[in-house]
């Protein structure tokens, strides 16, 4: 019997490989562009510093250090930033120090120190040997393209003083060499971006014992927060069955009892009262299976998350429409926020925002499920105007997610919320 053909099998596997090994260059090269200006900001930070060490030495520099290290902070905490984009989260520590021998005390500050000076050498050169390895690839590649189009003595020196180029053989010899940086490229750059990163995962976290206090500062709040927005819910279903459903229940009843007294007198008009109070009926009934929906919506127990927002767009009055990517069912918990911050949302578009269009997009990333809702309205939300946006945010903090809006005057508007769903 043959043996199987494995090559078929083998491509799709190299083609993953390439395709892998090419996103990894390119975060890479991304990560460096962006290390560069860090590194230019940790040179500054750098030089204030060293300034204001000299400027001690004569006494007058001692006004300077709480400038010097707010400006050293600063460019810290825009480092931690640009780290946690890329990776976990890094939390810079609390507060600035005011003085210099508290700085001098201050691991964190010590820690910060060493991380400009070695952002500041060995990062800046990372980054512009990063970024010079891609441009070096690209122009020596090309240089068959476009070599003659350069003065004899340029021409001669494009190959790095290694050859001179006279005709066409030598400019191609020319794009070998830009090979050669391209494979070069490929190879480092994912690892001086891991390297230039380093130092600043490694020295600027917090201590854990003040990680650790902000983190359950962080929890109590969002306890908090979790305890105000289940209040809210109870006024609110209050609210809608006493001044709702209530309210038509007692006119029931009080026409059902009229309805008996004109049964003896005039049972014609017995029967009209008997008509509106089976009406009052099912307008109570219609309220109370409302207020049922909204304490968690059927739809989403029966079907699905990407459902539930469909029949809301559907009952929303300006068009809207609905972009769900959910391969996986999250907590119940989970869909229900997601699913009252999108219904908040979308009141607000129709109430406040005179928007012609909305969209809601969702989609679960690792262990995240994030919702974004676009309109096209005049913008200027505020939290402060009593619009429902706090209740949106307190609901997203007590899941311990994250609520984010962008507003500007004329708009568009839109409000992003991450809340995490597990693994």
Not at 135 to 144: D, K, L, Y
Not at 248 to 274: E, H
Not at 374 to 395: F, K, M, N, P, Y
């Amino acid at each position: 019997m043959p043996a199987p053909d494995r090559t078929d099998a083998r491509k799709p596997v190299r083609r993953r490989d390439v395709l892998a090994r090419a996103r990894a260059t390119l975060d890479a090269f991304e990560h460096l562009a962006g290390g560069l200006g860090t590194t230019i900001l940790a040179l500054v930070a750098l030089l204030l510093v060293t300034a204001t060490a000299l400027a001690c030495l004569v006494g007058v520099g001692l006004l300077l250090v709480p400038a010097a290290l707010r400006g050293l902070r600063a460019v810290a905490d825009r480092e931690r930033a640009r780290l946690s984009r890329w990776g976990p989260e890094i939390t810079g520590p609390e507060p600035v120090p005011t003085g210099l021998r508290a700085a001098l005390a201050d691991p964190a500050t010590r820690r910060e120190l060493g991380w400009v000076v070695t952002h500041a050498t060995l990062g800046l050169l990372l980054s512009l040997i990063g970024l010079t390895l891609p441009i070096s690839a690209v122009t020596n590649t090309t240089f068959p393209l476009w070599w003659r189009l350069l003065p004899p003595e340029e021409a001669a020196t494009s190959a790095m003083g290694l050859w001179t180029v006279r005709d066409l053989p030598g400019a191609l010899g020319v794009s070998l060499l830009g090979l050669g940086w391209l494979v070069l490229a490929v190879l480092l750059t994912p690892g001086m971006a891991r390297l230039q990163a380093w130092p600043g995962r490694r020295l600027l976290p917090a201590d854990p014992g003040g990680d650790l206090a902000l983190r359950v500062a962080q929890l109590t709040a969002t306890r908090a927060a979790a305890l105000d927005a289940h209040a809210a819910e109870l006024r609110r279903i209050e609210r809608s069955l006493h001044d709702g459903t209530q309210n038509r229940i007692v006119a029931v009843t009080i026409m059902l009892g009229a309805a008996r007294r004109a049964l003896a007198r005039d049972p014609a008009g017995a029967d009209a009262v008997l008509e509106r109070a089976q009406s009052a009926a099912e307008e109570a009934l219609a309220e109370l299976r409302a207020v049922v929906r909204s304490i968690l919506p059927p739809v989403l127990t029966d079907r699905s998350l990407a459902d539930a927002l469909t029949g809301l767009a559907a009952t929303c009055p300006i068009p809207c429409r609905i972009d769900a990517d959910i391969p996986v069912r999250c907590a119940a918990s989970v869909e229900a926020t997601a699913y009252f911050v999108a219904a908040e949302a979308l009141t607000n578009i129709t109430r406040h925002s005179n928007a012609r269009h909305a969209v809601v997009k969702v989609h679960r990333g690792a262990d995240r499920l994030h919702l974004q809702i676009t309109d096209d309205g005049h913008g200027g939300a505020d939290e402060r105007g009593g619009s429902g946006l706090v209740g949106i945010r307190r609901r997203t903090e007590a899941h311990d997610g994250t609520f984010m809006l962008n507003s500007p005057a004329g708009g568009p508007t839109t409000l992003t919320v991450s809340l995490p769903c597990g693994s």
